[in-house]
């Protein structure tokens, strides 16, 4: 028993709704291929995450030191 399937060498790509077709039969109305929008761009933030762990690990440092003296 083979688990593993050797990989058929395709002449070309299939589109997603050749896919649907072959696997599914007939293209009913239920079903639309539909394009999704670009995602937009990031936006940059004025701090990066590592400034920011630096920024908190000194203010618990300080306040270490501040208890310290107490």
Known sequence: MRLFRRKKNRLRQ??????????YGDRTTQVKVVKLEPRRPRYQLKVSGETLRRAFAERLAKRQEADGEK
Not at 14 to 23: F, K, L, M, P, T
Request: proline share 0%; glycine share 20%.
């Open 14 to 23: 299939i589109g997603e709704s050749e896919a649907y077709g072959r696997a």
